[in-house]
């Protein structure tokens, strides 16, 4: 079964608007982290916000806050005021289980994102 | 910050050879390394687990004997694609989490990845 998943292949914003990038999970672990990460077309992974399942306030990093909801099971990735360089591969991933070993990270299938001018 | 540094960046070999990658961990100390492997516009897919000073961990799929790891230090794992087909041309890349950070929610750090074109 799919642990995470990310329903848009593709997403387009106009520049300067906000963007919502979805994420559905599932484990039967009561402790789990989500995290986002941004994959430019040079391949590098830069980490954008981490949100716990304890954790009882959404998560927020400068231009990106975290839609948690737990009942849902969703972690959704808001992007405030679009900027060009935001145009990359948002990739959501989830860490299950307070002992797991060494901290894996399962991913999503990723979003495109295209900001447009 | 944590910096993950990875060798080669890219890399293109015949078929039938062996190619080793490096995954180096520059600013602290990684008891625990992860390699993904990613095809273009595609998921990361976890292969395995390196484990200092131990037998790695394979994920379900994943030929042991193919993707030889070691992790010999705390500091350095190495991905050995043996006898490699064009079917293992992908991008592979690998991670680690600063464990003195601790906290169950410290990110993974990724290498840059490298790209192996087998002809």
């Known amino acids: 079964a799919q642990k995470i998943t990310q329903t848009q292949p593709g997403m387009f914003v106009q520049e300067k608007e906000a963007v919502t990038l979805d994420c559905t999970y599932d484990t039967s672990d009561p402790s789990y982290g989500l995290f986002w990460y941004k994959q430019p077309s040079s391949g590098e992974m830069i980490f954008l916000i981490y949100q716990g399942s304890y954790d009882q306030q959404n998560a927020t990093e400068g231009r990106y806050s975290l839609n948690f909801q737990k009942a849902r099971k969703s972690a959704n990735l808001v992007i405030s005021a679009s900027q060009l360089g935001d145009s990359a591969m948002y990739f959501c991933?989830?860490?299950?289980?307070?002992?797991?070993?060494?901290?894996?990270?399962?991913f999503g299938q990723g979003t495109e994102l295209s900001v447009k001018p | 910050g944590a910096v993950v540094s990875q060798h080669p960046s890219w890399v293109i070999c015949k078929s039938g050879t062996s190619v080793k990658i490096e995954c180096r961990s520059l600013d602290f100390q990684a008891t625990t390394m992860f390699w993904y492997r990613q095809f273009p516009k595609q998921s990361l897919m976890l292969m395995a687990t390196?484990?200092?000073?131990?037998?790695?961990?394979?994920e379900q799929g994943v030929e042991k004997d193919k993707f030889l790891i070691n992790h010999a230090s705390l500091t350095l794992s190495t991905l050995t694609v043996t006898s490699a087909h064009p079917e293992d041309s992908s991008f592979y890349i690998c991670?680690?989490?600063?464990?003195?950070?601790?906290?169950?929610?410290?990110?993974?750090?990724f290498g840059n990845g490298t790209r192996l074109t087998v002809t």
């Open positions: 991933a989830m860490r299950e289980g307070e002992y797991n070993q060494g901290g894996k990270l399962i």
């Open positions: 991670s680690a989490r600063d464990e003195e950070q601790g906290a169950f929610g410290s990110p993974l750090h």
């Open positions: 390196s484990n200092e000073g131990s037998k790695a961990t394979y």
